[in-house]
């Protein structure tokens, strides 16, 4: 009888992976908008050349998010689907660890696993971002896999845990290694382990060996590597801890309001369909009784901090704190079906709002969307330059499709870097002058948010109209290109 069961219960696991797998691949390389994604496509297609990061070209960003797709480039060739396909699948395999994790260390049943790593994946922001290209994608995998060792060293025996806490701290630091954020994972395990002294639940020696531990591991990933890149590429800290120590700081008065703004705004952008119930399964659960769940709280908190950090702020700085909440969320399923009263009203209620939250993400119009435009505006560029023609723009995706170079100082000429200063009129003069740019393109519109934000525009508007002609104003969805061709 066990027998013939058995098939049944791969019928939900292998569904849920079709439809993860259509939803991920499908018209994969259509949609093209996103300037991030074309700084880092940029990027790895010039290491791929055998450019090297900092020293070559400016970029702001730890190198192995990039790095791997740059080996993918090199191998198959530079293509849009090939590294969304591959960032796809780190997202893939971190709701597979939320499933692997919420099983063993957990003790979820199997479809409880198996909604809290489909609400995790589907989820507007974890979904659109494994579709695009970005150094996100490879540091919540490896991030989720370093905190897989961290729960794993909590539950095994204090000396049997020893090679999973390295563990922990080794990929922590290929994490940082992907995107600086993943610094905050060790940060968050460094709490948790001041919540243990102060709780007094090991021995401060015992704490000592769980600390030193993972920051060896950290050490000879993150630490050898960076340490490494200091001494051997120019550039390196400036493009990297330098460029986030300086960008633009947010008045005083604004701190007061900024983390209650942006906490909303992370729950409310489609994330209300995880958030509420993971509340309600912190309370629900033994959350300071249980050492997973403590360890899980104490690295949620640390990456929620940076809503308090003043300058610019997105979303997926703190994308990373959705993976402790999906946990959280099985423990808020499992609270609320234990008691009677509750789970008639509270489990509808969930039920419209996950749906609510998975909506976009199963939009047939987004799904279908196909940029023509790009493409268009990057026809031109390649009709009319020669391959070794420089070009520079907002958006380095169109120098990645066109496969035309930028200047090396100008790749990433962020919101960040302009409205800071770190870019300036003079810089762009100096730089479209060195390298002879065929073309500048600029874009415009309520959206534009690059050059747009120069903070002496009207410098670089009259050099513009000095050494360039306006041949022309292209559509790009739904920014305004100005195409400049140096006279």
Known sequence: MLALNRPRSYVLPALLLVLALFMGFYNLGGYLLNDDEGTYLYGAWRVSLGDVPYRDFFLSQTPLGFGFVAVLFKIFGPTVWGARALSYLFILGTAYLIYLASRRFFKFNKELSLLAAGVFLFTKHIYFLGRMFMPDDAMLFLSTLALYFALKAEQAAPRKGTSPAFLFGAFAGLAALAKLNAVLLPAGYALFLLFLLIKKAEKPAELLRKALVPALGFLLTFGLFYGLMLIFIPG?????????????????????????????????NHNYGLIPMAVAGM???????????????????????????????YLRYVIFALVPLAFFFGDGVVGIGARTKARSFVFPVAAVLILLCLGPTFSLKKLRAYDHDTRTLAAVVRDNTAAGDYVFGDDPEINFL?????????????GAMTRSGRITAADIRADCERYEVKFILVEKGQSAHHLKNLKDYAQFQSYLDRAYELVGTMPREFLQVDVYRRR
Do not use: I, W, Y
């Open 402 to 414: 066109a496969r035309r170079p930028c200047p090396p100082r100008l790749v990433d000429v962020s």
């Open 283 to 313: 309370f629900l659960a033994p959350l300071f009784k249980d050492r997973k769940r403590a360890l899980l709280f104490f690295v949620m908190l640390v990456v929620l901090a940076q809503v308090f950090l003043p300058g610019t702020f």
């Open 236 to 268: 390196t800290f400036e493009a990297t801890f330098g460029f986030h120590l300086a960008k633009e700081r947010a008045a005083v008065l604004e701190l007061a309001r900024l983390p209650f703004l942006r906490l909303v705004q992370f729950v409310g």
